[in-house]
């Protein structure tokens, strides 16, 4: 298996297709910046997670970490790859921006991924088009449980 590519019982535009889904449930009276993600465990169960705003701007949750957030509080450690779709709500569906994860979610996936395995999917647009990256290479240099 090469790396960055342990994905299981669902195919990358499948995932892509479900972070545009989550997407579609975005909390952002403010900024109308839309973010979706779908989270792919080892076993092939899939949590989806969308960005929620707070008027305070502060208690603000980023969509990769409410994905994280559900499956982890659900009992899930295992974790294949993610997919992040957003874009301005107005978006056309090839309109759509990459939209890669902050530092602060990529952070929190190397808390429970393996950065030379963990698949990070970046939408290209709305029909399943994306980019494909090992968390490795979008946090390089991490630090991690195995740094303590």
Do not use: W
């Not at 994905?67 to 450690?77: L, N, P, T």
């Amino acid at each position: 298996m090469e790396t960055g590519e342990k994905m299981r019982d669902i195919d990358r535009k499948e995932l892509v297709r479900q972070a545009f889904a989550a997407r579609e449930k975005a909390y952002t009276p403010y900024s109308g910046f839309m973010v979706g993600a779908a989270l792919l465990t080892e076993e092939g169960r899939v949590y989806a997670g969308c960005n929620i705003e707070n008027a305070a701007y502060t208690p603000t949750n980023c969509a990769e970490r409410t994905a994280f957030f559900k499956a982890v509080s659900e009992g899930e450690r295992d974790f294949a790859a993610i997919a992040v779709a957003g874009g301005d709500k107005n978006a056309k569906a090839n309109d759509f921006r990459y939209v890669f994860p902050c530092g602060v979610c990529r952070q929190v996936m190397r808390e429970f991924c393996d950065p030379r395995e963990f698949t990070v999917l970046v939408a290209t647009d709305s029909v399943g088009g994306y980019t494909k990256h090992t968390l490795e290479a979008l946090l390089p240099h991490s630090f991690g449980p195995d740094s303590l």
